[in-house]
């Protein structure tokens, strides 16, 4: 895409105005991602009505970004759910996935990230709350996504996401699981569980394995982004383990607390003025927030070249 013609102008921001290059950089640090196409992340952030209003600054929208990172952000919702729950049904991988990339859980990563306050409005739109309006945010952290896939890859796109998912608040972090087996690990053995955990460098991330044990027996084995995690992890597969079905694990939890009220997003037409039916993202409900494991490198057999895009069809 290039350099923009409008890198040097000044761009109305919600409470100030700041050189569109500089904003980008601004930007950039944040996702912690250094684009080799900045033209990529100035799409991603440009809303239609911007376009419109501004051809000369930012000609492209973001739409065609969202629809690749929708598509991406499946992908790796799904990917990571079919490796680190094996004991799923399909049923419930599709609703944990669901709440993972719904309207809310989104909105909320684009707030938690600040994004509405580096997106390209109209002045309408700007003028009428468009900043803060959940099915605008969610999109353009879509569209931030797919412009990290094209310039860095999957991997990055892997990161850029789950890093902030796992950020989220979650009643299933604050479930003390390491208490619960703690009392049960006692009555039943006679013993405190001991936590043997490791960590290793996956992709661009370090990730950790835990085996808890009551004495020289092993009661479970967790993953996790931390030590802390992993062995909450290790302790709840424990509890699964010793006490069947009391213990719920947190991808069927998650689709049964989510899935029904948070259903996934519909593209929106963002209101001139305030919606006062439309809430925040500061406003809405905490998305739950599934455990990270550790993703294990599996080999493939190396595919065969695949048609380039514009390429003919032989």
Do not use: C, W
Not at 34 to 39: C, N, Q, V
Not at 47 to 67: Q, T, V
Not at 198 to 208: D, F, I, L, N, P
Not at 284 to 300: F, G, N, R, Y
């Amino acid at each position: 895409m290039g350099v923009h013609p409008g890198e040097g102008r000044l761009i109305a921001q919600p409470q100030s105005a700041v050189p569109l290059a500089q904003s980008l950089q601004q930007l950039q640090q944040k996702i912690g991602i250094h684009f080799r196409d900045p033209g990529l992340l100035l799409e991603a952030v440009t809303h239609s009505s911007f376009a419109n209003e501004s051809p000369s600054i930012s000609p492209r929208d973001n739409e065609r970004l969202e629809y690749l990172g929708d598509a991406v952000l499946q992908l790796i919702a799904a990917e990571y759910l079919y490796k680190h729950h094996p004991g799923a049904t399909e049923g419930e991988l599709t609703q944990t996935r669901s709440a993972m990339v719904n309207t809310n859980t989104l909105a909320q990563l684009a707030e938690q990230l600040g994004l509405g306050d580096y997106l390209y409005l109209g002045k309408g739109i700007a003028k009428g709350g468009g900043r803060n309006l959940k099915s605008l945010l969610a999109n353009a952290f879509e569209a931030v996504l797919g412009a990290v896939f094209l310039d860095a890859g999957y991997d990055a796109a892997y990161h850029y996401y789950l890093n902030r998912y796992r950020a989220l608040p979650s009643p299933i972090r604050d479930e003390n699981f390491k208490g619960r087996l703690q009392q049960v690990a006692q009555e039943r053995f006679g013993e405190t569980p001991v936590y043997d955990s490791e960590g290793a460098r996956v992709g661009q991330h370090r990730e950790y394995t835990s085996v808890v044990f009551a004495g020289a027996q092993p009661l479970g084995t967790g993953h996790g982004v931390s030590k802390q995690e992993a062995e909450q992890d290790a302790a709840r597969a424990a509890l699964e383990s010793l006490l069947g079905s009391t213990t719920e694990a947190p991808a069927a939890k998650t689709a049964k607390t989510r899935s029904r009220r948070a259903p996934r997003k519909k593209r929106e037409t963002p209101p001139s003025e305030p919606s006062p039916a439309e809430p925040s993202a500061l406003e809405t409900v905490p998305a739950e927030v599934v455990p990270l494991h550790a993703m294990a490198e599996e080999p493939v057999a190396p595919a065969p070249r695949s048609r380039q895009f514009g390429e003919p069809i032989e």
